[in-house]
DNA sequence: AACTCAATCAACCGCCAGGTA
DNA sequence: CTACCTGGCGGTTGATTGAGT
């Protein structure tokens, strides 16, 4: 069966709008709503395919959009989210009120990934170069730099945490989880606490701001109930995604820059104007203390990759007990 | 002023997933 | 179960803009 183009493409206009064009669609769907998108372009009277229309509209003539230049604090988040999942963009976008994925692609591919580089990062991995060239010859580490569609998949294949779980790697973490540890004590002042409890008052996508810092948080989706908590590199997670209960704690790339590139917080401080140091200096002790807990828990494993602990349980009634005070009731 | 080159970003393309008949 | 349609996604392209010479 071959497929059918999306619309009879004869006689359709290509490449950019006219302003009399986005002037007919915008009051097209303010009277009508889109409705069936294919039917869009004959009914407004436009000699464009549906798909144009609904691209025009979602990238660029949708109300609520926002324009200009990203903050600084939407830049922050791009790359935290695509440390945590990747070229997401839809998803990205989905945090980030009035971007669209399309826009968030470009500024990544233009300026964010350009950025990264001149600090030291692999825009890819978010770790540093120095470390990818020492994992790799410097032949590949020429290509590494140079070629992101092969990194793109690596990353892929590496960080892909549902596909991963959906082919069995809960069980995998299991089989090499450590044997249940009985002295095992919730941690005081833990941080992921304190995470779950500024998701308890947050709606699904807010933003928060608690001593002096501000962050957007989310929930997550659906089908993968998830709460985390950035805070500029520390990162706690817990949540529940096909393959069970999963927590996740560590310290992201700018905690491995140091020694590498020097202070990475002040570097961050001067390229974010955040004011992390406040912040970050009890999140050090902090994110320690959570990474240790995390790690006497019986399914837990070190992410090599993503360079935090990770625990995946789908079968151990113990861990699900020691993280039930972070879950809501619905999560268990 | 004219030209070149790099950066930007709107728009397109092909593919995929989900829904439906 | 299959064929088909639609919407959505991510990758890529190419026109436009701006900076540098």
């Known amino acids: 069966m071959g ?21 007919k669609l915008v009051n097209f769907i303010t009277m009508h709503g889109h409705g069936c998108w294919r039917e869009v372009p004959k009914l407004a009277g436009l000699l464009r395919c549906g798909k144009s229309c609904r691209l025009r509209w979602t990238n660029y003539l949708r109300p609520d959009l926002k324009r200009g230049l990203l ?29 669209t994925d399309n826009e968030i692609k470009n500024y990544w591919n233009t300026r964010i990934k350009k950025k990264l580089r001149q600090m030291g990062i692999d825009p890819v991995t978010h770790k540093p170069l120095s470390q990818m060239q020492m994992q790799s010859s410097p032949t590949q580490s020429l290509l590494l730099q140079e070629n992101d569609e092969q990194q793109q998949q690596q990353q892929q294949q590496q960080n892909e945490p549902d596909q991963n779980h959906s082919n069995g790697s809960a069980e995998t973490l299991v089989l090499t989880a450590r044997e249940p540890n009985d002295d095992i004590e919730p941690l005081e002042n833990f941080n992921m606490e304190d995470s779950m409890q500024l998701f308890n008052v947050c709606s699904p996508t807010s ?14 989706d659906s089908d993968q109930v998830s709460k985390s908590f950035g805070n500029g590199g520390h990162a706690q997670y817990i949540g529940r995604e ?52 995390i790690q006497q828990l019986p399914d ?8 935090d602990f990770e625990i995946c349980s789908k079968s151990c009634p113990e861990t699900l007990q020691r993280l039930g005070p972070f879950l809501d009731d619905d999560e268990m």
């Open 242 to 293: 096909s393959s069970g209960v999963k927590a996740e704690c560590g310290l992201s790339v700018w905690d491995q820059m140091g020694g590498v590139l020097g202070d990475p917080l002040s570097d961050y401080n001067s390229q974010w104007n955040v004011d992390l140091e406040s912040w970050t200096a009890g999140l050090d002790a902090h994110a320690a203390s959570a990474s240790a807990w």
């Open 207 to 220: 933003v928060i701001s608690l001593s002096g810092r501000t962050e957007e948080v989310d929930s997550d």
């Open 71 to 99: 903050s600084e604090s939407e830049e922050k988040l791009i790359i935290d989210l695509h440390a945590a999942i990747g070229n997401r963009w839809s998803r990205i976008a989905a945090q980030l009120p009035g971007r």
């Open 300 to 307: 837990c494993q070190w992410n090599d990759f993503q360079g």
């Open 3 to 23: 497929r059918q183009p999306c619309c009879d493409k004869v006689g359709l206009k290509k490449g950019p709008w006219t302003a009399e064009e986005d002037r």
